[in-house]
Antibody, heavy 121, light 107 residues
Framework: EVQLLESGGGLVQPGGSLRLSCAAS????????MTWVRQAPGKGLEWLSLISGTGGATKYADSVKGRYTISRDNSKNTLYLEMNSLRAEDTAVYYC??????????????WGRGTLVTVSS | DIQMTQSPSTLSASVGDRVTITCRASQSISSWLAWYQQKPGKAPNLLIY???SLDSGVPSRFSGSGSGTEFTLTISSLQPDDFATYYC?????????FGQGTKLEIK
């Protein structure tokens, strides 16, 4: 079964750090572009970051550039998102998503269930 | 960044109705547009990519059209399972952006 399963969410204080993981199964992870998308409570969707299949290329939204780092371990079929200097406005459900498409044109074809990150003191 | 604007924000309709949701891009994105359906408490689900290509397993009552800056999602005959929130997303360039969403409600 094709599946993405996020973990690592939880409650963190402002200024703190958190690392999210996403375990992939059922498809060839090492050749798949992967992304993170978040959704604040009651709000819309926001793309955060993208990583190529090899991990050699990464892209970030301006809102998280310099604070978040995307990475992957293809030997473990796992995607990561390291989040630092967290703010209240980072509170959201974070989704791991498999990209579909080509070159720089990636839509979001397969979504995990999401993991909730709450930034609060 | 490319801005995506959906209309309407909320749409009330009945089972069997034909409905159309519009998405407008702030600049041309060719056909690099996707549509997603999201139900409360669930992850979004891809419906359409490249403006008009139906994703695998998506019912044929869903269709997409448009290019450049104007796009539409049409549901030909609403079913009870279709009441949800719909998002468009441009993927013309990095810094992918979504529309604000259209909530489809039961009339």
């Amino acid at each position: 079964e094709v599946q993405l399963l996020e973990s690592g969410g939880g409650l963190v204080q402002p200024g703190g750090s958190l690392r999210l993981s996403c375990a992939a199964s059922g498809f060839t992870f090492s050749t798949s572009v992967m992304t993170w998308v978040r959704q604040a409570p009651g709000k819309g969707l926001e793309w955060l970051s993208l990583i190529s299949g090899t991990g050699g290329a990464t892209k970030y939204a301006d809102s998280v550039k310099g604070r978040y780092t995307i990475s992957r371990d293809n030997s473990k079929n796992t995607l990561y998102l390291e989040m630092n200097s967290l703010r209240a406005e980072d509170t959201a459900v974070y989704y791991c998503v498999k990209g579909g498409g080509q070159l720089s044109h990636w839509y979001f074809g397969l979504w995990g269930r999401g993991t909730l990150v709450t930034v609060s003191s | 960044d490319i801005q995506m604007t959906q209309s309407p924000s909320t749409l009330s309709a009945s089972v069997g109705d034909r409905v159309t949701i519009t998405c407008r891009a702030s600049q041309s994105i060719s056909s690099w547009l996707a549509w997603y359906q999201q139900k409360p408490g669930k992850a979004p689900n891809l419906l359409i990519y490249k403006a008009s290509s139906l994703d695998s397993g998506v019912p044929s009552r869903f269709s997409g059209s448009g290019s450049g800056t104007e796009f539409t999602l049409t549901i030909s005959s609403l079913q009870p399972d279709d009441f949800a929130t719909y998002y468009c997303q441009q993927y013309d360039s990095y810094s992918y952006t979504f529309g604000q969403g259209t909530k489809l409600e039961i009339k």
